[in-house]
Every structure is written in C-alpha cells, then in structure tokens.
C-alpha cells in the first residue's frame, strides 16, 4: 500500500470511529453532531458564503503570521548561530522570552496595537518565531564539527562551509521547526479570532457555541484537522525534496 494511502488510514479510523459512536446513540446530538449533521452545516455555510469568507480571513492571517514569524525567528537563529558574541546574548534573551505564554500577551499586544488584524497577526508571529528559533539554532549548533574539518581540509571557505555544510546539517532542525510552528498558529488563531472580530474560523466557532449549534463546532474541528493535515503533508512534501541526499530510518 502507497504511503499516502497508509496516512489517511488514521483519519479514516477516527471517522468510522465517529460515525459508529453517534450512528449507535452513545452521544446525544446536543453533546456531539453526526457527520451527517456537520455535512448538512457545512452545505449550509458553503450557500451563504460564511465557510468560504471565514476560510479565507483565517488562511490570511495564519499565512501572514508565519511568513513573519519564520523569517524572524530563522533571522536570529542564523545570528545567534554563527557567531559567539551574538549567541550569548540572543540566545539568552530568547529563553527567557519563550518561558512566557504567548496567549499571556494578548492583553498588552492589545494595547499596543490594538484590536484589528495586526494584533492578531502579531500574536501569530509571537508564537510561531520561538519554535523555529529554538529549533534552528539547535540544528546549527549541532552540525558535526568533524564537519566542518572536512570542509576546511577540502579548502573550503566561510561561504563553502555555510553552503555545503551547515545548511545541509541544520536544514533537518528547520523543518522540524516548521511542522512545529505551523500547529502553534492553527492553536494560536483560534485564540486570535475571538477578539474583536467579525470573521475567520474562530468567530465561527465562538459563534455556533453561542447558537448551541454543535454541528457547526464540530465542523470548524474537522476544518481544522484538515488545515493541519495539509500543513504537515507540505512540510513532508519539502523533507523530501530538501532531504533527498539523507538516509535515515523509517521503521521495519
């Protein structure tokens, strides 16, 4: 069986697993809608353009945010990384910052900025440069120094080690960074989205939970799953194109 048919298998089992729970009336509809009721939520919204518009508001704000947060946190991961001096200062300043909860800073963000798309976008950041930060720096650090011997041996330069050396060894800790970044913002938008706003998958939410619509917040769940399932195929999708020269396990 192709790989990529084996990692829906988990998917597909919590479906059935779903569909068999309520199906057998072990929940009742008010605690948790069947499928059949998130499809018929979800058709509801598709025709008024509420799924679509929320979509769209949370796709943004979620792509703007790591956009910023991955080139600041790779920006003083590559600073802190090749040089001492720089290390012993940002490296420093970055575990301290990164003991505090992010969700903590929502009020002073707020005051800040204030309450409009930037602040959620801030917040975003916020979260998602700490994950790619700890990670990358890590990674450059932890390249082999025998490495490093073997480039300067071959005659390699600054330039040539970077390039050949320790972009190649710390691109695995990026990547790894990434996949963790890109579930800090789904987690963090939802947070995001509950204040001030008119639109986006966390308003929805908030919303239906006022309605008691059940069907809607199970079917803003599963978008969610689906969002993060898709952001981690993309992530795979670049280890394997970046990471073609690396052989490592994958289980018997």
Avoid: H
């Amino acid at each position: 069986m192709p790989t990529e048919v084996r990692r829906f298998l988990g998917p597909a089992l919590l479906f059935a697993l779903w569909w068999a729970v309520t199906g057998l009336d072990l929940v009742s509809d008010r605690a948790l809608a069947s499928p059949a009721a998130v499809l018929d939520a979800a058709r509801e919204l598709w025709r008024n353009g509420d799924l679509v518009d929320s979509l769209g508001a949370s796709l943004y704000r979620v792509g703007a945010g790591v956009l910023f947060g991955v080139g600041i946190g790779l920006a003083l991961a590559i600073i802190a990384g090749f040089f001492r001096t720089a290390s012993d200062v940002v490296d420093s300043a970055m575990n301290f910052l990164r003991t505090i909860p992010v969700i903590a800073l929502l009020p002073l963000i707020i005051v800040w900025i204030g309450i409009g798309e930037s602040a959620k976008i801030f917040l975003i950041t916020v979260g998602v440069a700490f994950p790619i930060y700890m990670n990358t720096y890590a990674a450059i650090r932890g390249v082999d120094a025998r490495l490093v011997e073997a480039g300067q041996t071959f005659g390699l330069g600054r330039f040539g080690l970077v390039r050949s050396v320790i972009v190649p060894g710390a691109a695995p800790g990026f990547l790894v960074g990434l996949r963790w970044a890109l579930g800090v913002a789904w987690l963090l938008l939802v947070f995001a989205e509950q204040v001030n706003t008119d639109s986006g998958l966390g308003y929805l939410l908030n919303s239906a939970q006022s309605w008691n619509r059940t069907d809607i917040i199970v079917l803003c769940l599963v978008v969610y799953g689906i969002l993060g399932l898709v952001s981690d195929g993309l992530v795979r999708l670049l280890e394997r194109t970046l990471l073609s020269w690396r052989r490592s396990f994958d289980g018997t």
